[in-house]
């Protein structure tokens, strides 16, 4: 079993910036592809950045150019910088880990984007 706790949420406004951390309770963290969702109120979780054990990296469409996601394999943390803030953006951020078929969510961090 392994435990995700995010952390970096918060009130920011639009154009502002903010970092999410997610720390796992893994001394085996990289064999774990992360990732990065959200769901904002009404809607469907939908998949923000991936991250590989190799580093490779994905993001969804709404994001590129704005977001990084990284990885700390040496401290079991995955980030999520977020820039360029809008208020689209506002959404419960959720951390993920993946090695099939194990699967683990983290319990979220609120990102609200406000004037």
């Known amino acids: 079993q392994v435990q995700l706790v995010e952390s970096g949420g918060g009130l920011v406004q639009p154009g502002g910036s903010l970092r999410l951390s997610c720390a796992a309770s893994t001394v085996r963290f990289i064999w774990y592809a992360m990732a990065w969702y959200r769901q904002a109120p009404g809607k469907q979780r939908e998949l923000v950045a991936t991250i590989t054990s190799d580093y490779s990296t994905n993001y969804a469409d709404s994001v590129k150019g704005r977001f990084t996601i990284s990885r700390d394999n040496a401290k079991n943390t995955v980030f999520l910088q977020m820039n360029s803030l809008k208020p689209e953006d506002t959404a419960v951020y959720y951390c993920?880990?993946?090695?099939?078929?194990?699967?683990?969510w983290g319990q979220g961090t609120q990102v609200t984007v406000t004037s």
């Open positions: 993920n880990a993946q090695r099939p078929p194990a699967l683990y």
